[in-house]
């Protein structure tokens, strides 16, 4: 089930009680790496059956080992864009119902004084504006990362983008949609709000360090 949000209308939120669960067990400081990573991938990829509701289809002959019959297929390639370095802890979980996805990466990490985000690295596929792009993160705080993702693809063509993370702060919807109001953001919960330095509160601390066992 999804939610909307009357005052973050760029926005979806799932409710589905798997993602709940899972989400519980990933924000307790207690769950290690390994588990954290595994949990990550099964929301994302929980996430994707319902994002992917709206793609196009194509009808297509086969045959059946029976008979022909008009069958129908994805229709447009689907790029999944991760911001690095966490948005690859949600790649697997993806690309496991999408297996056949194109993957580009956009290096950017958020300046920890500034809060801004500062480009490092980015290789997308040939022809990456065509289809679907998924972009992956999964936590937009002040949301300065994902905007500037968002306008890096767009200064490529890509103009059917859809962004996708776990955790989401109110200011970063806010953002996201003042610059990008065309994009429809999806989380796994919307959270309460920042803290001083930035940390999305309740969260569940800094993914890419939970992920990657860096600190
Ligand atoms: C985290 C997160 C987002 C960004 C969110 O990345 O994965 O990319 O911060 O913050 P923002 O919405 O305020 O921009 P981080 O900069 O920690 O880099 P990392 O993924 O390499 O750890
Ligand atoms: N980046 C993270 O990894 N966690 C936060 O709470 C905010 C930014």
């Known amino acids: 089930m999804i939610v909307r949000h009357d005052d973050h209308p760029n926005l979806l939120e799932f409710r589905h009680p798997l993602i709940r669960d899972k989400l519980t067990r990933a924000r307790d400081e207690a769950t290690p790496s390994g588990e954290f990573r595994r949990l990550i991938n099964e929301i994302a990829g929980l996430m994707t059956f319902e994002i992917c509701a709206d793609l196009p289809l194509a009808e297509v002959e086969i045959n059946t080992p029976l008979e022909a019959m008009v069958g ?3 229709e447009g ?5 991760p911001i690095l370095r966490a948005g690859l802890g949600m790649t697997d979980g993806i690309l ?6 194109r993957v ?6 958020r300046d920890e004084v500034a809060l801004e985000p500062v480009p490092y690295y980015c290789k997308l596929p040939e022809r ?20 500037h993702a968002l ?3 767009k200064q490529q063509g890509c ?4 962004l996708v993370c776990i955790v989401a702060a109110p200011a970063g919807v806010a953002t996201l949609l003042e610059h990008h109001p065309d994009v429809p953001v999806f989380c796994a919960t919307l959270d309460r709000e920042l803290d001083d330095k930035g940390y999305i509160l309740p969260g569940l601390g800094d993914a890419g360090d939970r992920l990657f066992g860096t600190t």
């Open 72 to 74: 129908a297929r994805l």
């Open 77 to 81: 390639p689907v790029t999944l864009v």
């Open 96 to 101: 496991q119902l999408l297996p056949e996805a």
């Open 104 to 109: 580009g990466h956009i290096g950017l990490y």
């Open 128 to 147: 990456s504006s065509e289809g679907t792009v998924l972009v992956v993160d999964p936590m937009v705080a002040t949301g300065g990362s994902a905007a």
């Open 151 to 153: 306008t890096m693809l």
């Open 159 to 162: 103009d059917n983008v859809k």
